[in-house]
């Protein structure tokens, strides 16, 4: 899928903000960003801050590339899956995939339509072009902004 983390970064930062930055405290557009992070620093209410703030990623340790297949397998999967099923696929453990699990189960009860939308996004994209790569998918790009969703957790 990425081979790196901060791949993952920017793809997430591509499909939240699309070159336009913006705080998500006060909206401003000021902000500036950290040399060895990948955060930034809003110029105009003074607080740092990165992509996953507010998102089902946020003040999570467990690695981007995780969440990204976790979410593929769980569309893939009608979101139906149990955590062992889960934790195995990801080559994880089982407490690892039921906190995923809980997260992205909390953003499905919180918007049904929007997750049936992209389970069916992914059924046509299957059947319409098989051989297109993940990050290059209509589907994959919903899904991850289905995870950028703003959530209180």
Not at 51 to 71: C, E, P, Q, S, Y
């Amino acid at each position: 899928m990425f081979p790196f983390k901060l791949d993952c970064i920017k793809y997430l930062e591509q499909l939240r903000w699309s070159n336009q930055i913006k705080c998500p405290y006060c909206k401003s557009k000021y902000n500036t960003s950290f040399k060895r992070e990948s955060r930034y620093h809003c110029n105009t209410c003074f607080t740092s801050f990165s992509v996953m703030i507010g998102t089902v990623l946020h003040n999570t340790k467990l690695d981007l590339r995780k969440w990204f297949a976790a979410i593929v397998i769980i569309v893939q999967s009608d979101g139906h899956i149990s955590c062992r099923n889960l934790a195995k696929k990801l080559d994880t453990n089982r407490n690892t995939c039921n906190f995923i699990n809980q997260r992205i189960n909390k953003l499905i009860n919180y918007n049904k339509q929007a997750f049936q939308s992209l389970v069916e996004a992914y059924v046509i994209e299957q059947i319409k072009k098989p051989n297109v790569p993940l990050q290059k998918s209509i589907w994959f790009q919903e899904a991850i902004k289905f995870l950028l969703k703003e959530i209180r957790m």
